[in-house]
DNA sequence: GTCTATATAAGGATAGAC
DNA sequence: GTCTATCCTTATATAGAC
């Protein structure tokens, strides 16, 4: 029984559209590559998520759903233990990220797949997320503006703009930073997250 | 004779080409709609160009080789007026892109097209931009890296790989105010751009 | 739930008339 | 330099056997 063969059919096909969006886009990618990389049918993609654009919307529910409960989580402890504190808040934003770009079974990739949706101008696909998960930014962003009083509201707003693009591409390299299995490179990666954290702050607070 | 007219078929192809693949990306758009946006026939592109590879590649280099060239002279300048200041180095990357999305001719599409190449892990196309423009990058960051002595090697590749993403989807974000061709847009994307050098700074000070 | 086969459309690229 | 017509490939999606 090889590896692949615990995961179903389903899963599979998430698991190689997930990988192959992250490399070639969404329109750069077809059902084809999806389907052959997943060593099932043609028909299975079909048959599972009714159309392409049906399985893009799986692919980011998936782990969305998911990584968007550990931040809000992750933001509610951090104002619990340290309120009015900037950097844990951004910590409990690209913490839970990170941890699933060291994960094994392709979280690395899907880090890169929402670097994609934030470039990606199609209309059906920003509702998709924004109906569906834009409170988490929402949320994030209430709490980082009210540890910065006295900055001016379109100043605020164009600052965590900025910090949205900032950590967007910044969490996409994480997750093409080589991962050899040893420890080394995940103590790489969260200098990496520490220096991050660290500039988006400063950024932020416009020192 | 109408507007339209005054431009050559390669122009009309070209401009054509920047405003759909800022729109739908270089893989999610067909020749087909270029052709028909461009009003020109289907044949055009391949008589001009050669290909679509050669065409994404002639978008960027229509744009970029005076882009690199009014970036690097307003370099040179802001190192001969204000030597080791951080901030004017930051406006003579961030300005001509700037003046470039206020422009009439698309020009503000081409900046969301730079956005898209960010994003884009595509071989082919990272060479090429890399193989022609990489010097235009090297060069900032050195001018950036003499401002900020005693920042550890890691840590400052770190924080320009950070500035290079905030900067490039920030100005993308630019290209997307709505102009309609009063002067207070004009005003509101200064501010913004104000603020953007405000933000990348005091992230690579790291305050 | 999985396969083969296929319907139907769209894509890039070219040949050859004008 | 521009057109029409077309070749060939690839794409999404579905129908129907197993």
Redesign the pocket.
């Known amino acids: 029984m090889s590896a692949t063969t615990h995961f ?3 899963q599979r096909i998430l698991g190689a559209a997930e990988e192959l969006f992250a490399q070639f886009g969404f329109a750069g ?5 999806v389907t052959a990389h997943a060593e ?5 993609v ?3 998520f ?4 049906n399985l893009v919307a799986e692919v980011f529910r998936r782990r969305l759903d998911e990584l968007s409960e550990q931040r809000l989580s992750a933001l509610r402890a951090a104002q619990a233990s340290q309120p009015g504190a900037l950097e844990p808040i951004l910590a409990a934003f690209i913490e839970p990220a990170l941890a699933l770009s060291m994960d094994r079974h392709g979280g690395s990739a899907f880090v890169r797949v929402l670097a994609r949706a934030y470039a990606e101008k199609n209309e059906r696909l920003r509702k998709f997320l924004s109906d569906n998960y834009g409170h988490v930014m929402r949320e994030f962003s209430k709490a980082i503006a009210a540890c910065l009083p006295g900055i001016g509201k379109e100043e605020l707003h164009w600052r965590l703009d900025f910090t949205a693009g900032a950590l967007t591409y910044a969490m996409a390299d994480f997750g093409l930073i080589r991962r050899h299995g040893g420890a080394s490179e995940k103590a790489h990666c969260q200098r990496a997250a520490t220096a991050l954290i660290r500039f988006a702050a400063a950024g932020l607070r416009g020192a």
């Not at 009714?50 to 654009?53: F, L, V």
């Open positions: 179903s059919t389903k990618t077809s059902l084809r590559q099932v049918n043609v028909a299975a079909n048959y599972h009714g159309s392409k654009e």
